[in-house]
């Protein structure tokens, strides 16, 4: 067991060594190195902080559970909680080390009363529970705390807010003057701490630095857009990225259901969660966006409050949150457990000065981006299209319509009939005028051209890597690179204008005769620009492409090489393997 050394020397005993090996632990987190040892050995109490999912949850979890004995009298260790979803989730969490078979049980607001009482009565040792409910207990002295000895604060920023201080204070009052206090929180405010204090006897701050996870596992940037842009912008961001799977903030109730809505009506797979969704609905929410049933979530920050949900590609900021703490939660939701996310944030002119602040707060490295452009969105669509097509054919999963094609081929040339079917299918949602505008706000991107690249992170690169390949094959400088663009199996980069068709011919030129590697995108109009002059150049240099039917770097190939792109350049060179169409129904 020499790989669990480093959960040995936190002073853990061999059994429970043994559930954490079946659990699947490897190391423990920062916050745990620092957290079970004070709470093993020491006897003060504690404030620790450490973003969320860092493992806080093992980190007291683990230590109580080697520290109590199995009674299943009164009540020994208490968890509060500010939601009925945590109460649930970190009573599975300690379940999944209990092997001293201690009775833990959630006790929350809208589950039965007579469920809770039995188990009550039965005898239980730890409870995680929501304030509300755990008062109404000891109203009825169906709970009872006179042997408690540890009492949890989980996320205890909002436990100690001006919602629940009040409740907590009455709960403490019953419980024993020396039990053990605990907090637990991803940010912990100065007010906040010091207001703890005072149920505190010696204390013990532990903190892990917050940004250290942010800024490596979060890609953090921004857009700026108008307040009545967003909704576009979003819908953009959801279609160039065909595993989007991510929770969108909204600071109101009606904020959400607005968005929702809206959302719906567009054919998104997407759901609503804030504190009037009642607690049924919610965990069906919940499980079908596990289940990645719905790919969308829009939520207001209380409601999505210690939400475990693992492996988020997107959190996107539609509005700022209140403050820096909530930024920070929210975008703690990406980038777990290993894996890299994106934090987008919004930001309309009215927002400009309060995220200025937060940006400072925050410590890290926001950076401003261009949204996807129009002929992003549509080249990727296209692009898909064209990978389904050849997945259908391939499978040869087509033919009970054999007899109908060629019924409909007596009638129709077949470029009229499959223009007429791509109609029906698409609607209008391959062409360019169905996209409203997106005016950019003051910025100037004039003489710049973008440029599509068949590659993109599944082919290893990273934002970085590819800045790196520009700059050492293309010989461009750093400033002269804008706008990096990365998805999945293409990216976007803007160059100047005159160094446009230099980049393409070098780029092909290393992708050896295989496929072309880049091409000038499409439409190089920069959105919103107003500068006359520049866009009628950029069109000089785009009708030149498109005269000849083909916009993407055509001219620097042969003939035969070009009766060969019958399909989207997208396509080519793209893994077979498909993404589900997940941003539709
Ligand atoms: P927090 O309370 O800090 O937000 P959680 O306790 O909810 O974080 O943990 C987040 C996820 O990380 C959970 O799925 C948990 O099981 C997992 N986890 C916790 N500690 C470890 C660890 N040492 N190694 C691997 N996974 C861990
Ligand atoms: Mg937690």
Redesign the pocket.
Known sequence: MSELEEFRILGLSEEMLRA?SA???????P??KLAIPALLSRTSDLIAQ??????????F?LPLLERLEPVRGAVQALILVPTRELAL??TE?LL?FNYKKLSIAPIYGGASMSEQLRRLKRGIDIVVGTPGRILDHIGRETLDLHAMRYLVL?EADEMLNMGFIDDVEAIMSHMPDDRRVML?S?TMPDRVASLAQRYMHETEVLSVPSQQMTAELTDQIYFEVRESDKFDALTRIVDVEPEFYGIVFCRTKVGVDELVSRMLERGYSVEGLHGDVSQAQREQILRKFKRRQVNILVATDVAAR?I?V?NLSHVINYSLPQDTESYVHRI?RTG??GNQGTAITFISPSEFRQFGMLKREVKADIKREQLPSVQDVIAIKRAKLQDDLREVIESGNHTEYQGMAEEILTRYSAPEALSALLRLAFKNELSESHYPEIRSINVDRRGKTRIFMAIGRSDGFDARKLVDLLKRECELPDSKIDDVRLMDRFSFVTVPFNEAERVVRRLNAISRGHHPLAEVARDNRPEGSSGHREEGTERGFRKRKTSENMPRGGTLRGGAERSSRGRSAVSRGRKSSTPKRRGRK
Do not use: H
Not at 23 to 29: M, N
Not at 50 to 59: D, L, P, R
């Open positions: 954490i659990k699947g632990f490897e190391t423990p987190s916050i745990q450490a973003q969320t999912g860092t493992g806080k949850t093992a980190a979890g989730q970190v969490e999944s989980d637990f991803a210690g475990d693992n703690g777990r457990a």
